[in-house]
């Protein structure tokens, strides 16, 4: 006869359930960091019809922790991204995606000339104080998300906006970090409103 036994080493008979639970309090305690990320407050958030098509502005009031401020002088480069998405209600189905839009700045110190850089796409801009850079990372006007013939007139829709640092983007040993303490994210909710398109720009 076979006997198969539970135990993870002889005369430790507790050992294998006392791994387990240190390994539960620790998935638990990684799980709930994120949720103490630092908070991103979006304010004045608007979709609007301009002539070559629909535009986004918000502002983001947040401020970097000590750990962060200190990563990016550092020379770690940070990314932050602002998530826009529009959907459309449907009673007859899920609601369809109309659209979504992502915008990634990249701010980052160089020692040579002791100056801050926050770039996005193609456009790049220095500043001396960090102070200065994050003023304008706080600021999203105009980004265009859609031509004027992605939205229907007559019809309402729904916007939703957030901005975060992205740490997927963190070299590893700062994604971990960031996994197990809430000084290494930031963060906001969902912004939501709703936007009725008449077809008229202003």
């Given at each position: 006869?076979?006997?198969?036994?539970?135990?993870?080493?002889?005369?430790?008979?507790?050992?294998?359930?006392?791994?387990?639970?240190?390994?539960?309090?620790?998935?638990?305690?990684?799980?709930?960091?994120?949720?103490?990320a630092a908070e991103v407050e979006i304010r004045n958030a608007a979709l609007n019809l301009e002539e070559d098509g629909f535009k986004l502005s918000a502002d983001f009031d947040f401020?970097?922790?000590?750990?962060?401020?200190?990563a990016v002088s550092r020379g770690v480069v940070l990314y932050f991204v602002a998530e826009f998405e529009l959907t459309r209600s449907r009673w007859y189905w899920i609601?369809?995606?109309?659209?979504?839009?992502?915008?990634?700045?990249r701010l980052s110190y160089h020692a040579l000339t002791r100056q801050y850089r926050l770039a996005t796409g193609a456009l790049q801009q220095n500043f001396n104080t960090l102070e200065d850079a994050l003023r304008v990372l706080a600021r999203l006007r105009n980004v265009h998300v859609a031509d004027r013939g992605a939205l229907k007139p007559g019809e309402r829709y729904d916007c939703a906006l957030r901005f975060r640092l992205d740490v997927s983007q963190l070299p590893k040993p700062f994604q971990l970090n960031a996994v197990a303490?809430?000084?290494?994210?930031?963060?906001?909710?969902?912004?939501?409103?709703?936007?009725?398109y008449t077809g008229d720009a202003k």
């Open positions: 006869m076979t006997v198969f036994s539970t135990h993870c080493c002889p005369g430790s008979p507790d050992l294998g359930a006392r791994a387990w639970l240190r390994l539960a309090v620790l998935l638990a305690a990684l799980w709930c960091a994120p949720v103490l401020e970097l922790s000590s750990r962060l401020d200190e609601d369809e995606t109309v659209l979504e839009h992502r915008v990634t700045y303490s809430r000084h290494w994210n930031l963060a906001s909710d969902w912004t939501r409103w709703t936007y009725l």
